[in-house]
């Protein structure tokens, strides 16, 4: 058996753990910074943006169904701030843009 596949998990392991414990043991005392407070805050905002714009544009059949939903998405959340509404407005862009373009225009030409 390979024991050196176990070695990088437990290594890899102990980082992803020292990462999110030594901000909670080394910082005791509130951060006053306004520009490190402000950067901590868009943290998430920022990571879940990276993480779902690929997706968003890539795991659909055609890039242009994808480009298009999150077109939609984005007025969809600029005009109502509502999360099911943007997610029901994207999902249907797609299902729309992806029904025209593998029946509707195959048929047109």
């Keep these: 058996m390979n024991y050196r596949l176990y070695i990088y998990m437990f290594i890899m392991a102990g980082v992803s753990y020292l990462i999110r414990v030594l ?9 006053k910074n306004t520009t490190i407070r402000s950067f901590l805050y868009y943290v998430p905002y920022v990571t879940l943006s990276v993480m779902t714009f690929p ?12 480009i298009i939903a999150l077109v939609v998405a984005i007025l969809i959340a600029y005009k109502t701030e509502s999360l099911f509404k943007v997610a029901i407005g994207a999902c249907a862009s797609v299902f729309i843009v992806e029904l025209l373009i593998d029946y509707v225009l195959p048929l047109i030409s």
Excluded: D, Q, W, Y
């Design 23 to 31: 901000p909670l043991t080394l910082i005791k005392k509130e951060i």
């Design 55 to 66: 997706a968003i544009v890539m795991e659909t059949n055609h890039l242009a169904s994808g």
